[in-house]
């Protein structure tokens, strides 16, 4: 199965006055094509850095990091913003839909964006709602949804444009078990379908049986990478510890 996410000795520090904080230091790692693949490890460890500089957000200081091939870092602005809106879907926990917006214009986002004429985009939001379990919910408002229909609307955005890359930053860490396994089990089936590649960072142990791999990351560092909960040093039934 070919590489979808290459890292090798990728480093990144924060500059907070005159104190250098290196939050990423010197990250090795491998995600294949049709991956789902977690991120786990204590607060502050470096890993929303790490999908922040996959997803091209951020540069990276130092080494590589290829996406399909390519580091964001060697693209022009123009070529990183058209990399974003074609390549990466983003799942966040907060949600991030806009309130005055229908779930189907919410949805239809990321394909205006990328040229999609309205009518269309919406055409194909609708189908992306259905198949996330809101049929009756297309011309609702957000704040007419509960926290596990407002996911489902974040995620029918993820994957409206047909990314090859989803990156989600502690997707159900608000919900509850039912819910977020259900969560869960749309990403299992629908980003993966395709082929695409599903890097998630979380908390939640409740949802480790999901992952096809799970690296764990401390001070910077991926120090051990798992194929199944059981084999994680902190325990099957344990999530890493939590600290600034």
Do not use: W
């Not at 204590?42 to 957000?57: N, R, Y």
């Not at 189907?104 to 205006?112: G, K, M, Q, R, T």
């Not at 039912?178 to 590649?197: D, K, V």
Request: hydrophobic share 40%; aromatic share 4%; glycine share 8%.
């Amino acid at each position: 199965m070919s590489a979808a996410i290459v890292c090798r000795d990728v480093t990144k520090s924060y500059l907070t006055g005159k104190t250098v904080t290196p939050a990423l230091r010197g990250v090795n790692l491998e995600v294949s094509e049709g991956e789902l693949f977690m991120l786990v490890g204590p607060s502050g460890c470096g890993k929303t850095t790490l999908i922040s500089v996959i997803a091209g957000i951020l540069n990276h200081d130092g080494g590589e990091c290829r996406i399909f091939g390519r580091d964001p870092n060697e693209m022009s602005d123009e070529e990183r913003t058209a990399y974003r809106g074609k390549t990466v879907g983003f799942v966040f926990q907060a949600y991030n839909l806009i309130p005055t917006l229908t779930t189907a214009e919410n949805v239809s986002i990321p394909l205006l964006l990328n040229g999609i004429e309205r009518a269309p985009a919406l055409e194909r939001a609708e189908e992306m709602l259905v198949k996330v379990g809101l049929k009756e919910k297309l011309r609702t408002l957000p704040s007419e949804l509960s926290g596990g229909q407002q996911q489902r609307v974040a995620i029918a955005r993820a994957l409206a444009h047909n990314p090859r890359l989803i990156v989600c930053d502690e997707p159900t860490s608000a919900l509850d078990h039912t819910t977020g396994g259900e969560i869960m089990e749309i990403f299992r089936h629908e980003a993966l379908s395709g082929n695409r590649t599903l890097v998630i960072v979380t908390h939640d142990s409740r949802i480790f049986h999901f992952a096809d791999r799970i690296a764990v990351m401390d001070d910077g560092q991926i120090v051990q990478v798992a194929n199944s909960p059981a084999e994680l040093s902190f325990g099957s039934n344990k999530e890493p510890s939590k600290h600034a």
